[in-house]
């Protein structure tokens, strides 16, 4: 019984202890509070600071140190408010971002306040760094003001102009929406399209500073037969005419799917800001167009001290994309056009007519309809002849094949030259259509290789050497080689 009661006695001990510790925080914390009435009997309890409807709301203008900028409204279809940030309207904003500021100014909820304060300095609302005004329908208005960050919670003293003497403490997850910036409420994802939609692109486009001209490519017609084959190939035809490589068209198209930013660095920007950001003039600028947009997607990029800066469309946004930039800003012509200047198929033709050193050579193309796997419908040479005489298919296909592997090294930067053709291959298609393919000495063991007139691609004199080696084994019924030795 005696070692109960000391153990008892200990625990009041403790307890009394306990309580006076208690009571020495609750005096300090008192003690550093600013002015007004004690808080900690309602911690527990938010304090309703404005309460109603964004429905009776008419407009916000928001004001920070980061800028201003006001939210406005528009009906939708069945009669409610839908907001947004009037000066994002040209822009692409998170979706709901005015709707989400609306929302905070309707209902404005506090954890503390502090009531009879006549030093609003020590709160910061002498001077508020933020200020939001409300207009209502009714014609009435508030505006709220936002002081000096809470140092232990990072959030804001506030009070209204309905009440300055009643300061509120706001928590940071409710005072954070009126502190962003206008970058702060774009979204950073620019393109987000799937691999339908890029396979539909018609044409790319490319200019600036970093181009000596323009570049011009489209999308084969449906009709043509490469695009009949299944294959999403496009066509170089300005400022030369070739085809693109596939590679590029593939990366190219992986890289527009998805566009992101890595952050906001001018929102209407001043002409002293275009400026700096290399956005007067972009060094290079990209366009691409898809028959189910209404406008084509213009990506305006410049490379400024390692880091690229970005605009998209009429968008008066300047994005960063950081050091690593873009895939394509940069591009050339060279980077892009294939090295086979032309590469029609067999199947598609009527006639191959092969002039070497003034000799022509016709050769009549026969095709039918294939039955044969992987091939099916698609029509392919059965029978070629010379003269009227048949030659052997298959040495023939190999003959055709070093015909088509004339890779060009460069090009000739639009070269004029009075020399005749030494090497010429005329194609005509079973359209009526036809392709020349020209090949004229140049000098220095190259030859102009000119397509349909224009010499604007240099080839090693090689490939020359090597039909004059073939040519002959094919007419003469040998085994036509294309290797090289």
């Given at each position: 019984m005696r070692k109960q009661m000391k153990s008892l006695t200990i625990a009041l001990a403790c307890l009394v202890v306990l309580a006076g510790v208690l009571v020495a925080v609750r005096?300090?914390?008192?003690?550093?509070?600013?002015q007004g009435d004690d808080p900690l009997g309602n911690v527990d309890e938010l304090i309703n600071v404005v309460s109603g409807s964004s429905e009776d709301i008419e407009n916000i203008t928001v004001k920070n140190p980061s800028g201003q900028y006001k939210v406005i409204y528009r009906k939708d279809t069945s009669g409610a408010k839908v907001w947004y940030i009037e000066e994002l309207l040209e822009a692409q904003p998170v979706t709901g971002s005015g709707n989400a500021v609306a929302s905070a100014c309707a209902n404005i909820n506090a954890e503390e306040k502090f009531e009879d304060v006549t030093d609003l300095a020590q709160y910061g609302l002498d001077s508020p760094g933020a200020t939001v005004d409300m207009?209502?329908?009714?014609?009435?208005?508030?505006?709220?003001?936002?002081?000096?960050?809470?140092?232990?919670?990072?959030?804001?003293?506030?009070?209204?102009?309905?009440?300055?003497?009643?300061?509120?403490?706001?928590?940071?997850?409710?005072s954070n929406v009126f502190f962003r910036s206008l970058g702060d409420f774009l979204n950073l994802q620019l393109t987000a399209y799937e691999d339908a939609v890029m396979a539909g692109i018609t044409r790319f486009q490319m200019e600036g500073a970093l181009l000596a001209e323009p570049i011009d490519i489209v999308k084969p017609s449906e009709e043509s037969e490469i695009a009949k084959l299944g294959f999403n190939l496009y066509d170089i035809v300005s400022p030369i005419q070739m085809e693109m490589k596939a590679d590029v068209t593939t990366n190219l198209t992986r890289a527009l799917m998805g566009v992101t930013a890595q952050s906001v660095v001018a929102v209407h920007p001043t002409e002293e800001e275009l400026a700096t950001y290399g956005m007067d003039e972009p060094q290079y600028a990209l366009t691409v167009t898809h028959p189910d947009w209404e406008e084509p997607l213009v990506l305006k990029t410049s490379r400024v001290n390692g880091v690229t800066?970005?605009?998209?469309?009429?968008?008066?946004?300047?994005?960063?994309?950081?050091?690593?930039?873009?895939?394509?800003?940069?591009?050339?012509?060279?980077?892009?056009?294939?090295?086979?200047?032309?590469?029609?198929?067999?199947?598609?033709?009527?006639?191959?007519?092969?002039?070497?050193?003034?000799?022509?050579?016709?050769?009549?193309?026969?095709?039918?309809?294939s039955e044969?796997?992987?091939?099916?419908?698609?029509?392919?040479?059965?029978?070629?002849?010379?003269?009227?005489?048949?030659?052997?298919?298959?040495?023939?296909?190999?003959?055709?094949?070093?015909?088509?592997?004339?890779?060009?090294?460069?090009?000739?930067?639009?070269?004029e030259t009075e020399e005749a053709a030494v090497l010429t291959y005329e194609y005509v298609y079973t359209n009526g259509k036809s392709d020349v393919v020209e090949?004229?000495?140049?000098?220095?063991?190259?030859?102009?290789?000119?397509?349909?007139?224009?010499?604007?691609?240099?080839?090693?004199?090689?490939?020359?050497?090597?039909?004059?080696?073939?040519?002959?084994?094919?007419?003469?019924?040998?085994?036509?080689?294309?290797?090289?030795?």
């Open positions: 005096f300090l914390l008192k003690g550093s509070e600013p207009k209502y329908s009714d014609g009435s208005s508030r505006t709220v003001y936002f002081g000096s960050a809470v140092p232990s919670d990072g959030g804001y003293y506030m009070n209204t102009s309905e009440d300055k003497g009643t300061v509120y403490v706001l928590s940071a997850s409710s800066y970005l605009m998209k469309n009429r968008e008066p946004v300047i994005f960063s994309m950081g050091s690593a930039g873009v895939l394509w800003h940069g591009w050339q012509l060279e980077d892009m056009m294939s090295n086979m200047v032309l590469m029609p198929r067999l199947g598609d033709l009527k006639t191959v007519r092969v002039t070497l050193e003034g000799t022509t050579y016709e050769f009549a193309v026969e095709t039918a309809i044969e796997k992987g091939t099916e419908g698609q029509m392919m040479p059965t029978r070629i002849t010379l003269d009227g005489q048949e030659l052997d298919l298959g040495n023939f296909k190999v003959f055709y094949q070093l015909m088509l592997n004339c890779i060009v090294n460069s090009r000739s930067d639009g070269a090949f004229i000495p140049a000098g220095n063991r190259r030859m102009y290789l000119a397509l349909n007139g224009a010499p604007d691609y240099f080839i090693k004199d090689t490939y020359y050497d090597k039909v004059v080696e073939e040519l002959p084994k094919l007419l003469n019924d040998q085994q036509v080689s294309i290797d090289w030795n």
